[in-house]
T-cell receptor, first 114, second 118 residues
Framework: AQTVTQSQPEMSVQEAETVTLSCTYD???????LFWYKQPPSRQMILVIR??????QNATENRFSVNFQKAAKSFSLKISDSQLGDAAMYFC???????????FGGGTRLMVKP | GAVVSQHPSRVICKSGTSVKIECRSL??????MFWYRQFPKQSLMLMAT?????????EQGVEKDKFLINHASLTLSTLTVTSAHPEDSSFYIC??????????????FGPGTRLTVL
């Protein structure tokens, strides 16, 4: 079974600053993928970034990057130059081919202060 | 990009009635579709996985007679909440997997359906 834990229910960041959202996971599979999803007030789930477990290099997508620590089973999301539009719920999730399902963490609500 | 639609986006019904929610993949064929439930300020909870042409696989604790899932074609899955009660009020989200030859099949999410049972 997979578990995903987000220990920060809420985070706040000043506009243009950098914020890091934490995520830890547990899986017995060796082949898995990790994701960060954003859910704005519209509630549409948006994929922010994806990391394949077999890749050592941390994924980056513009202002979003991850710090993937495989041994520690940690997968944090860094948002640089935060913008007002980044305010949303952020969910960390894991996927294994064996399970063919996404397992979500509890979410972190990010507030961006102007 | 791949688009998944849901209909209706909002529905209000009386207790005891049944409600059907449709999930469609608009520009791809989905071999697998997923149904999630999300309570306010909580995470997504997987209810069931449906594969085209076969019975859905329900997660533990989800009543299969209460939440009927039909995946009749490669672009359409439906969730029917039977004899709805106020405790069934929630936000329901579907997602779909397009088949690809790679080892990972990305899930694309619909915009969700807000169900309110009076």
């Amino acid at each position: 079974a997979q578990t995903v834990t987000q220990s920060q229910p809420e985070m706040s960041v000043q506009e243009a600053e950098t914020v890091t959202l934490s995520c830890t996971y547990d899986t017995s599979e060796s082949d898995y993928y990790l994701f960060w999803y954003k859910q704005p007030p519209s509630r549409q789930m948006i994929l922010v970034i994806r990391q394949e477990a077999y890749k050592q290099q941390n994924a980056t997508e513009n202002r979003f990057s991850v710090n993937f620590q495989k041994a520690a089973k940690s997968f944090s999301l860094k948002i640089s130059d935060s913008q007002l539009g980044d305010a949303a719920m952020y969910f960390c999730a894991s996927y294994t081919n064996a399970g063919n399902m996404l397992t979500f963490g509890g979410g972190t609500r990010l507030m961006v202060k102007p | 990009g791949a688009v998944v639609s849901q209909h209706p986006s909002r529905v209000i019904c009386k207790s005891g009635t049944s409600v059907k929610i449709e999930c469609r993949s608009l520009d791809f064929q989905a071999t697998t579709m997923f149904w999630y439930r999300q309570f306010p300020k909580q995470s997504l909870m997987l209810m069931a996985t449906s594969n085209e042409g076969s019975k859905a696989t329900y997660e533990q604790g989800v009543e299969k007679d209460k939440f009927l899932i039909n995946h009749a074609s490669l672009t359409l899955s439906t969730l029917t909440v039977t004899s709805a009660h106020p405790e069934d009020s929630s936000f329901y989200i579907c997602s779909a997997n397009p088949w690809t030859p790679s080892s990972y099949n990305e899930q694309f999410f619909g915009p969700g359906t807000r169900l309110t049972v009076l």
